[in-house]
Each structure stands twice: as structure tokens, then as C-alpha cells.
């Protein structure tokens, strides 16, 4: 069903976001607290994460556009011209027009659940390319999404880069993936971007910078957490951390307790001892075997994949 008209965001009677209340509630009760990842975005987080994929320790930004920009030829070759794409995210200034250059598409379809960034994106991007349609789509792409009528008769190819898929675990990413295939419908291709497994060291470093800045964006869940749901988390006892966990194949990111806390968020009270954690966010890596393994779990047969020179990002094609 199409999502057009829906309220994406529900807010009580005193305005705050009913989801992200019952998220962080809830993941503050858990044994291990952990709250989901997504709410590390609101606008400073937004403008904290571009400020990241500037940073040196912070190779995927820079290593996607590598391959984004090196292989044009081989994308055209392996996608060719007349395609619809639809990019799930609303689009990076960088790597969208590198895309659609290469491949020569019939129309642009972005879809984000927010409508700011949104239109924002879609006004640049056609800018950039006059006389390509551009059909922006306000809407929650974990779930099926109901595409533009105008673009019904075209094959699309679905575009996800960055390595986001990452930062779901498999069963959600799988579930996403499976969405997209009911999105982009019979005929689809998907070019997905996925960080790869690396030295530990370098992995941490991407996620504990030396200027500090993913550690701000880590602490900014928690000032937005004290401002819209009358928290007081002390956020001096707080720290930043990157583990990379091997069994899993992921960095995850937490606020350490540097000594015993007890703090309300909405007048519910918790605690923390020293050394307890919060979990704020997973970023999985992957190798080839493991990339494919979740395309081909989602219905998606890889069909091409590209290293940047450095091996250290992966971006993989797929058709349904
Ligand atoms: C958006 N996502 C792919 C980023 C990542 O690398 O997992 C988010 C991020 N978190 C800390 N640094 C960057």
C-alpha cells in the first residue's frame, strides 16, 4: 500500500516522538541497555555523520566513491541505459550523480522517511541533471514501497550504498532486502554498497577518531535523549567506545559508565553501574562469502562485485 499521506512521525499530545520514547525506554530496561541505531540522527547527528565520512580515519565514504567513480564503464556495461533508479536513502551529493552518469537512467526516484532532506536532494540532483525526470518519494523503505506510477513500464535498479545494510542485524537486513525486492519488482538490479572485514585496528580507528567526532555523535543521543524526553543522564559519566566484536563481524559502538549513575528519562529511573554499557549502534563487515550469503537470503543473485584499490570496500551488484 502506498504510504503517500501517512504521518511518519507520531507524536503524543505534548509533541515528543512516541517511537523513540518506547525504544529508549524499553532498551534502557534490557539487561545489556541498547538503543537502536536509527535514533542517532536527528538534525545534529545528520550534520555530525557527513562531518564523519570527512575524517581520515573514516575510509568508506572515500573508498565507495573510488569505485563509484573508476567503474563507470563496467556499471554501464553490467546495468545499461533506460533503468529507473530508485535510491534507498535520499542521496549523497557525491556518489548519486557519479551513478547516474555512468549508466544513463530514464528517471530518479529517492526515497527517504524524511521529506526535508528529501526534497533537498531531489532539487540538487536536478538540478545537476536537467531533463532527468526526478520522482522524490516520502516513505519508510523498510517496508514495501509503493513506486511513482510514471515510472511503472521501466526495469529499475534499487540503490543503497554506504554500507547502511550494515548497520542492521541479519535478520533485519534480510527482511529489508526481501522489501526491496517487492519494491523494485521483476527485472531489478540492486548495486549495494558493504564495508569490508579488516584489520582490527584500522576498524576501530573509523570509529574512534582522533579529532573525536564520532565519539560527539555517539554523545549526541544522549543530549537528545535528556532534551526531548526530560532526561537526565549524566553525560560527563559517560564515554565513548568502538569494540570490534569477531564473532560477529562488527564494530559496535557504546557509552561506557566511568563510575556508578542513576538517572529518569521520563520519569522512569535507571541505573548504571561503572563499566556497564550502552549499545548504541552496530556497523557489520563483510567478505564475499558472507555478502553473498545475505543477498541470496533475500531472493538477490549476485551478479559483479568491485574492490576499491585498497580492498577495503565492496560494492556488489545484484538482480532479482
Ligand atoms: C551510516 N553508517 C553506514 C555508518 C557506519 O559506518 O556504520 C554510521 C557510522 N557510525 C559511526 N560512524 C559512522
Given at each position: 500500500?502506498?504510504?503517500?499521506?501517512?504521518?511518519?512521525?507520531?507524536?503524543?499530545?505534548?509533541?515528543?516522538n512516541?517511537?523513540?520514547?518506547?525504544?529508549?525506554?524499553?532498551?534502557?530496561?534490557?539487561?545489556?541497555?541498547?538503543?537502536?541505531?536509527?535514533?542517532?540522527y536527528?538534525?545534529?547527528?545528520?550534520?555530525?555523520?557527513?562531518?564523519?565520512?570527512q575524517?581520515?580515519?573514516?575510509?568508506?565514504?572515500?573508498?565507495?566513491?573510488?569505485?563509484?567513480?573508476?567503474r563507470?564503464?563496467?556499471?554501464?556495461?553490467?546495468?545499461?541505459?533506460?533503468?529507473?533508479?530508485?535510491?534507498?536513502?535520499?542521496?549523497?551529493?557525491?556518489?548519486?550523480?557519479?551513478?547516474?552518469?555512468?549508466?544513463?537512467?530514464?528517471?530518479?526516484?529517492?526515497?527517504?522517511?524524511?521529506?526535508?532532506?528529501?526534497?533537498?536532494?531531489?532539487?540538487?540532483?536536478?538540478?545537476?541533471?536537467?531533463?532527468?525526470?526526478?520522482?522524490?518519494?516520502?516513505?519508510?523503505?523498510?517496508?514495501?514501497?509503493?513506486?511513482?506510477?510514471?515510472?511503472d513500464?521501466?526495469?529499475?535498479?534499487?540503490?543503497?550504498?554506504?554500507?547502511?545494510?550494515?548497520?542492521?542485524?541479519?535478520?533485519?537486513?534480510?527482511?529489508?532486502?526481501?522489501?526491496?525486492?517487492?519494491?523494485?519488482?521483476?527485472?531489478?538490479?540492486?548495486?549495494?554498497?558493504?564495508?569490508?572485514?579488516?584489520?582490527?585496528n584500522?576498524?576501530?580507528?573509523?570509529?574512534?577518531?582522533?579529532?573525536?567526532?564520532?565519539?560527539?555523535?555517539?554523545?549526541?543521543?544522549?543530549?537528545r535523549?535528556?532534551?526531548?524526553?526530560?532526561?537526565?543522564?549524566?553525560?560527563?559519566?559517560?564515554?565513548?567506545?568502538?569494540?570490534?566484536?569477531?564473532?560477529?563481524?562488527?564494530?559496535?559502538?557504546?557509552?561506557?559508565?566511568?563510575?556508578?549513575?542513576?538517572?529518569?528519562?521520563?520519569?522512569?529511573?535507571?541505573?548504571?553501574?561503572?563499566?556497564?554499557?550502552?549499545?548504541?549502534?552496530?556497523?557489520?563487515?563483510?567478505?564475499?562469502?558472507?555478502?553473498?550469503?545475505?543477498?541470496?537470503?533475500?531472493?538477490?543473485?549476485?551478479?559483479?562485485?568491485?574492490?576499491?584499490?585498497?580492498?577495503?570496500?565492496?560494492?556488489?551488484?545484484?538482480?532479482?
Open positions: 500500500t502506498t504510504q503517500k499521506g501517512l504521518k511518519l512521525v507520531e507524536r503524543d499530545e505534548e509533541g515528543v512516541t517511537a523513540f520514547r518506547s525504544d529508549v525506554l524499553d532498551g534502557l530496561s534490557q539487561p545489556q541497555k541498547a538503543i537502536p541505531a536509527r535514533w542517532l536527528d538534525d545534529a547527528g545528520s550534520q555530525l555523520f557527513e562531518d564523519i565520512t575524517l581520515p580515519e573514516y575510509y568508506p565514504t572515500r573508498a565507495e566513491t573510488e569505485i563509484l567513480r573508476g563507470a564503464k563496467e556499471f554501464s556495461a553490467m546495468i545499461g541505459p533506460g533503468r529507473a533508479v530508485v535510491e534507498f536513502g535520499s542521496g549523497s551529493s557525491v556518489k548519486t550523480p557519479l551513478l547516474l552518469s555512468a549508466i544513463e537512467p530514464t528517471a530518479y526516484v529517492p526515497l527517504d522517511i524524511s521529506g526535508d532532506f528529501l526534497r533537498a536532494a531531489a532539487s540538487d540532483l536536478a538540478a545537476k541533471f536537467p531533463g532527468l525526470p526526478v520522482y522524490p518519494v516520502e516513505a519508510d523503505f523498510m517496508r514495501k514501497v509503493e513506486l511513482p506510477g510514471e515510472i513500464d521501466l526495469p529499475n535498479l534499487g540503490f543503497f550504498p554506504g554500507s547502511t545494510i550494515g548497520n542492521m542485524v541479519a535478520r533485519t537486513a534480510v527482511d529489508l532486502l526481501r522489501n526491496m525486492r517487492e519494491t523494485l519488482g521483476t527485472g531489478a538490479q540492486l548495486l549495494i554498497g558493504m564495508d569490508l572485514i579488516k584489520d582490527e584500522v576498524l576501530v580507528a573509523a570509529y574512534d577518531d582522533a579529532a573525536g567526532v564520532t565519539a560527539e555523535f555517539n554523545y549526541n543521543l544522549v543530549r535523549i535528556n532534551r526531548e524526553l526530560d532526561g537526565d543522564i549524566p553525560l560527563d559519566a559517560l564515554t565513548h567506545e568502538a569494540r570490534w566484536k569477531d564473532d560477529f563481524a562488527r564494530i559496535e559502538m557504546h557509552l561506557v559508565a566511568g563510575r556508578d549513575i542513576e538517572f529518569s528519562v521520563y520519569d522512569r529511573s535507571f541505573r548504571m553501574k561503572s563499566g556497564e554499557t550502552i549499545h548504541t549502534e552496530n556497523s557489520h563487515k563483510f567478505n564475499r562469502r558472507t555478502s553473498n550469503m545475505l543477498l541470496l537470503a533475500a531472493g538477490w543473485e549476485p551478479q559483479a562485485r568491485w574492490l576499491d584499490s585498497e580492498n577495503r570496500f565492496s560494492l556488489i551488484l545484484a538482480v532479482a
